[in-house]
T-cell receptor
Framework: DTAVSQTPKYLVTQMGNDKSIKCEQN?????MYWYKQDSKKFLKIMFS???????INETVPNRFSPKSPDKAHLNLHINSLELGDSAVYFC????????????FGPGTRLTVL | QQQVKQSPQSLIVQKGGIPIINCAYE??????FPWYQQFPGKGPALLIA?????SEKKEGRFTISFNKSAKQFSLHIMDSQPGDSATYFC?????????FGQGTELSVKP
């Protein structure tokens, strides 16, 4: 059973389009995250939700909007896609917000043409 | 103050060698220091982690050395194997928000 799953694995789209990435975890964790990994492999946190509440919101353009329908799901919607949004997006989850292990999904490679 | 600096950017060792990856941080509020391993096309996975109240932690062939006064920590891989070839990330956490280093691409030659 996959612990943290993401769909789709690959996403190729045109500039200006709107797209969503879905994430689900079956670990029973309370906290979920979105990270962005750029072309140089640098990983940066974007958002974190704890029990459906937003707790971390880094300096991310308003075009990015996370939504957590329940504590097992955290989706990422991106409006008006730009070339610079091309990256690999990782979802992660953990038991608590502090020092528990974060389990990462397999990633979604987004390519904006 | 929120940065974690990691070096080297890439590392090539022979099988059996001991690669060492170093990280430095500035913010003394960081209270958790994990290392993640990432294989191509996969998500990062926790390898080993340390808290600032200990100076060393070993798990199998992986050891973290932690120097609180210098605000530095490092990962040592004993008896490295070709299967250890991956990208390694150090991270530091103030209250659950992982701040990652820039990553080290390790290649272990047979």
């Amino acid at each position: 059973d996959t612990a943290v799953s993401q769909t789709p694995k690959y996403l190729v789209t045109q500039m200006g389009n709107d797209k969503s990435i879905k994430c689900e975890q079956n670990l029973g964790h309370d906290t979920m995250y979105w990270y962005k990994q750029d072309s140089k492999k640098f990983l940066k946190i974007m958002f974190s939700y704890n029990n459906k509440e937003l707790i971390i919101n880094e300096t991310v353009p308003n075009r990015f909007s996370p939504k957590s329908p329940d504590k097992a799901h955290l989706n990422l919607h991106i409006n008006s896609l730009e070339l610079g949004d091309s990256a690999v997006y990782f979802c992660a989850s953990s038991r608590m917000t502090s020092t528990d292990t974060q389990y990462f999904g397999p990633g979604t490679r987004l390519t904006v043409l | 103050q929120q940065q974690v600096k990691q070096s080297p950017q890439s590392l090539i060792v022979q099988k059996g060698g001991i690669p060492i990856i170093n990280c430095a941080y500035e913010n003394t509020a960081f209270d958790y220091f994990p290392w993640y391993q990432q294989f191509p096309g996969k998500g990062p996975a926790l390898l080993i982690a340390i808290r600032p109240d200990v100076s060393e932690k070993k798990e199998g062939r992986f050891t973290i050395s932690f120097n609180k006064s210098a605000k530095q920590f490092s990962l040592h891989i004993m008896d490295s194997q070709p299967g250890d070839s991956a990208t390694y990330f150090c991270a530091a956490s103030p209250s659950g928000k992982l701040i990652f280093g820039q990553g080290t691409e390790l290649s272990v030659k047979p």
